[in-house]
């Protein structure tokens, strides 16, 4: 089949005879003007694809083979699309004819008439190449405002302030004004006008300190002199000491990758801060995935490429008022690095856990990179981390933190697990490590009798999935003698109280696994839907009891969804009671299900 461009051209050939276009062997203007398009049409495609190649090349440096070669040859065509359709159809629409000389239409206006020139131009194929290279065009416009976003510091200005951990006796919080020469956060106690001073960096994580017990304060932030932002917040109740609170938490959002807000197909928004504001919880304890490094593809490791996609994540729509008066937790999971990543397989070593091997996680770059933007941007707000033991080792992210006589544990899940490639039920496969996984035995036998509930955060769910279960290759289900062995040492210890909250799965559930154990998961909070439908009854481990789950979503990305996940817990009366609301998109008054639990009852 002949070229688009060629065939327009045997038309018009088609309509002058051949002769009619030599006068004394020589070729007419009408004819040059054909040769002139068919050549110019040529160098475009040859130029246009080139440079498409090279142009996109530049813009994903750093990405996967397969986005850079789709996207690279989808310009290529385009590109290629433009040069042989959209320049013949300019000049077939020009005036008499095909070109504006004398000659051309002295010679060749009788034959070549405007009737017969509409006539082509109506043709229904090229209305509907022209179609096509408007919607290719509006698309690749898109796909470079996308890129530009993607690899440019849009969001560098955003400018904020934010709540971090909360305690009975100070309060942390994040100040972000990186165009300000100076910056400092007054506080008073909210029944008090005498107001104090905290000189600060314009970019830093500050704390309050000498606060009283369960009192309210406010703060506001100076940018160089001026007010730029204010909150308040409540101290929290002595550790060990009654108290009736809420939290929210949970994981995965997806936002501002692309353009102002979390947009998605329909033009629908998600408002996941201003449904966590209308919950008005005590606290958010956010389970990993606040960022998507990965996608749709990974720019780069530098701290910079970090550091873009968190100012991108904090310009979200509803963000910063959320963060001035709900007091926010933090931990990392894997869409801060990549997907499913695990250190082992990343540095391609299997033996590397951060206090058994002389070489300590900070010497991949990736991961170096990503958690101290991570800690620059979330986690310098969380509450002291653990020390390490390892002088090679320069940072701990788990940590803990009580309100009142509950006490909570927020494991870290990434850094020191085992590859993926390592038999899920082999006897020494950790995800913790052996220093954390210790911690955590510590942690559970001193709260045991000091705090009623015992709340232990994991950024995957601990829940056994079956391994024909996509889902089964991220979470615990990878590390059953790990995860056994604290089920086991919290059964055999008589440890009461204890719930294990997690995100990542993009499906809500609940489940009992063990008798009086019960897992919360939540997720997203505002992100795409479920890969599949999770089938929970089917796909899990024989022992456990599903309580609930939510399976009425099951097309991926095209369907967003908000879940907030808010946990009640009242010890002002023994016994304790637990209650869990699970909200959904926009209907934030009605839960989608919620679940009641009573100490020594419900809860072992």
Known sequence: MAPPHRALHDEIESVY????????????????????????????????????????????????????????????????????????????YSDAGHCSRRDCRERCGGRWSNARAKALCMNPLLWLVSLVILFSFVSFCITLAFIYNYKSDGNAKVEMARLGHVAHDRAMVFVHYPRADSAAVQYRAASDSTELTIPTAPVSS????????????????????????????????????????????????????????????????????????????????????????????????????????????????????????????????????????????????????????????????????GVESFRNHLGGTNPASYAPTDANCKAVHYFTFDFGDTGFFVMDCRSFRDSHHVDAFHPTKTMLGAIQLQRLKDWLMAVNTTRVFKIIASTVPVTLFLPSYSRFYDGWSQFVHERDGILDFIEQNNIHGVLFISGDLHHPFVVEIRKGIFEF???????????????????????????????????????????????????????????VDYYKNSDQDSPRFSIHLVEGVDIR
């Not at 780069?300 to 968190?310: A, L, P, Q």
Request: with cysteine; glycine share 8%.
């Open 206 to 369: 500050v704390e309050i300190p000498d606060l009283l017990p369960e009192t309210a304060y406010v703060y506001r932030v100076t940018r160089d002199g001026q007010s730029v932002a204010e909150g308040s917040f409540l101290t929290t109740p002595l550790p060990g000491s009654s108290a009736a609170f809420s939290f929210v938490f949970g994981s995965c959002v997806l936002g501002n990758q692309m353009f102002k807000g979390i947009t998605y197909p329909l033009g629908k928004k998600l408002r996941p801060w201003q449904h966590l504001l209308h919950q008005n919880p005590n606290f958010l304890l956010f389970l990993g995935d606040f960022t998507y490094m990965d996608l749709p593809y990974t720019i780069g490791i530098n701290t910079k490429d970090f550091d873009i996609r968190y100012r991108q994540a904090m310009g979200v729509t509803d963000f910063a008022h959320a963060g001035a008066v709900v007091p926010m937790y933090f931990m990392f999971d894997d869409h801060e690095i990549a997907d499913n990543w695990d250190y082992s397989t990343y540095n391609g070593s299997n033996d590397r856990r951060c206090y058994d091997h002389p070489r300590c996680f900070d010497e991949t770059t990736a991961f170096r990179n």
């Open 521 to 579: 998961q939540n997720s997203p909070i505002g992100a795409f839907g479920p890969p599949e439908r999770a089938q929970l009854d089917n796909n899990i481990g024989h022992d456990h009891r599903v309580v609930w789950y939510d399976d009425s979503d099951a097309i991926i990305w095209t369907r967003p969804l908000v879940y907030l996940a808010k946990m009640s817990i009242n010890t002002t009366t023994r016994p304790g009671v637990v209650s």
């Open 17 to 92: 005879p051949a002769n009619a276009h030599h006068v004394g062997g020589k070729t007419t203007g009408c004819t040059k003007c054909v040769r002139v398009c068919t050549w110019f049409t040529g160098v475009l495609l040859i130029l246009g694809g080139i440079v498409g190649c090279v142009v996109m090349y530049l813009l994903m440096a750093h990405a996967p083979l397969w986005p850079l070669w789709i996207i690279s040859y989808s310009c290529f065509a385009l590109v290629m699309g433009m040069a042989v359709f959209f320049f013949p159809l300019l000049w077939c």
